[in-house]
């Protein structure tokens, strides 16, 4: 079972910035994908960014221009750069890893964007 344990969410003030770090317990090569989704209270999961095997990266419209998704194959990480972050972005941030047709989560971690 993959274990995905994420990091570095907090709280911010509009237009701040943070680093989204998630750690897994294996090789990201034995992932076909990993990503970020998001939880605001009252409202579905959606994805935030990806980033495929190949790197090939997409990221919700709501986002693109401000958030960077990367891949660290040394340190079996996927990171979530936000920039010019906005109350919007306030949710729990989820890591995820797709290994052929199963999803795989961490815990999550809180971002809160507030003045």
């Known amino acids: 079972q993959v274990q995905l344990v994420e990091s570095g969410g907090g709280l911010v003030q509009p237009g701040g910035s943070l680093r989204l770090s998630c750690a897994a317990s294996?090789?990201?090569?034995?992932?076909?994908?990993m990503g970020w989704y998001r939880q605001a209270p009252g409202k579905e999961r959606e994805l935030v960014a990806r980033?495929?095997?190949?790197?090939?990266?997409n990221y919700a419209e709501s986002v693109q221009g401000r958030f960077t998704i990367s891949s660290d194959i040394a340190k079996r990480a996927v990171s979530l750069q936000m920039n010019y972050l906005k109350p919007e972005d306030t949710a729990v941030y989820y890591c995820?890893?797709?290994?052929?047709?199963?999803?795989?989560w961490g815990q999550g971690t809180q971002v809160t964007v507030s003045s």
């Open positions: 980033i495929t095997l190949g790197g090939n990266t």
């Open positions: 995820n890893a797709v290994t052929g047709s199963l999803n795989n």
């Open positions: 294996r090789s990201i090569f034995t992932f076909n994908a």
